[in-house]
């Protein structure tokens, strides 16, 4: 079964530019979360999709957007990059299950994608 | 606002030895507490996880300690190996509108396990 696809898995840009970065979760897996990893602030939750529809939003800009497609697979967009958008951009999904009491549905995450904003 | 405090930072043990790493959490809504594994160019994993109504679970090496009154809970890795060096990190979610998936980490704890 293959796992969490992440692409691209490194990329540079330049100040002002846009990126957009790709995940394709497990196979039957409909919800598909975005966390932003660095050294200094860790593991940040960006938002999480399922079915196509934002559940959950993090405390991030405006600047960070997502959206899921019919076959849950899902991208996010950095416009107007700045330099402390540096960071590994980590996706995760999971099966979530109707009616699935907490943490039923465990996530699992891939490899991320390293960006590099200079 | 950091909801959830994980320490220490780094940690160094000997081969055999026992690792332990603590975290404390603000919210009390939150219910569901997983520990995440992470290696050198891979993402995290799940390890192990606990909910409020059990004091501790355990799973091979890996158990955790809970302490819902005090907030608090811990990871405990029994026998340590060499293998098991990476970077761990604590968590909390809480079920809210329909989603369990917000995740609030903990800053993250290296373990170097020495032979």
């Known amino acids: 079964k293959a796992g969490v696809t992440q692409t691209p898995r490194y990329l540079i840009k330049t100040r002002g530019q846009q990126v957009t970065l790709s995940c394709s979760p497990i196979?039957?897996?409909?919800?598909v979360s975005w966390y932003q990893q660095t050294p200094g602030q860790g593991l940040q939750f960006l938002f999480e999709?399922?079915?196509?529809?934002?559940?959950n939003k993090g405390n991030f800009p405006g600047r960070f957007s997502g959206r899921q497609f019919s076959n849950s697979r899902s991208e996010m967009n950095v416009s107007t990059l700045e330099l402390g958008d540096s960071a590994l951009y980590l996706c995760?999904?999971?099966?979530?299950?109707?009616?699935?009491?907490?943490?039923?549905?465990?996530?699992?995450f891939g490899a991320g994608s390293r960006l590099t904003v200079l | 606002q950091q909801q959830v405090k994980q320490s220490p930072q780094s940690l160094i043990v000997q081969k055999g030895g026992i690792s332990i790493i603590n975290c404390a959490y603000e919210?009390?809504?939150?219910?569901?507490f997983p520990w995440y594994q992470q290696f050198p160019g891979k993402g995290p994993a799940l390890l192990i996880a606990?909910?409020?109504?059990?004091s501790e679970k355990k799973e091979g090496r890996f158990t955790i300690s809970f302490n819902k009154s005090a907030k608090q809970f811990s990871l405990h890795i029994m026998d340590s190996q060499p293998g098991d060096s990476a970077t761990y990190f604590c968590?909390?979610?809480?079920?809210?509108?329909?989603?369990?998936?917000?995740?609030?980490f903990g800053k993250g704890t290296l373990l170097t396990v020495n032979p």
């Open positions: 919210n009390t809504a939150f219910d569901y």
């Open positions: 995760a999904s999971s099966l979530a299950r109707q009616g699935a009491s907490s943490g039923a549905n465990v996530l699992t």
């Open positions: 968590a909390a979610s809480m079920r809210r509108g329909g989603s369990n998936y917000k995740l609030t």
């Open positions: 196979s039957g897996h409909r919800s």
């Open positions: 606990i909910r409020p109504d059990v």
């Open positions: 999709y399922f079915s196509e529809t934002q559940r």
